[in-house]
């Protein structure tokens, strides 16, 4: 008898990530009680997923502490991670953000440029 190995099934990492991303209550993952503190050490974590969830968790938290860490997060390598930061520095507001998020228009990817835009709009309030 062959015996059949099971395979765990895994959520693609788009779909985890746009689910955080598009959610308008913190993610179910980031407990209430995680600090803006852990939230921006994660901000600096080896894994995509976790700078990505971290950039959406301190959207939905809105502190200003998070806007230079964030602005920082603008220039990963990753995109999700790219799109998350220009995502919550509009949620946050602070025209600190605005020169960096100017640049951000000249990613190269369309969808960070448009979240950028996007942020742009809401801090200058279009």
Do not use: C
């Amino acid at each position: 008898m062959v015996s059949k190995s099971k395979k765990k099934s895994k959520i693609p990492f788009h779909e985890k990530v746009e689910h955080a991303r598009t959610d308008t209550t913190v993610p179910s993952d980031i407990p209430a009680e995680k600090s803006i503190d852990q939230l921006i050490q994660e901000l600096k974590d080896p894994d995509e997923i976790v700078r990505s969830t971290a950039a959406g968790a301190l959207g939905h938290r809105k502190s200003e502490k998070a806007v230079g860490p964030l602005i920082l997060a603008l220039k990963d390598n990753h995109v999700y991670v790219r799109h998350g930061a220009a995502w919550a520095l509009g949620e946050i507001k602070s025209e600190t953000a605005v020169d960096a998020l100017r640049l951000a228009l000249n990613d190269e990817d369309e969808i960070t440029r448009g979240k950028a835009a996007e942020a742009l709009g809401k801090i200058q309030g279009n």
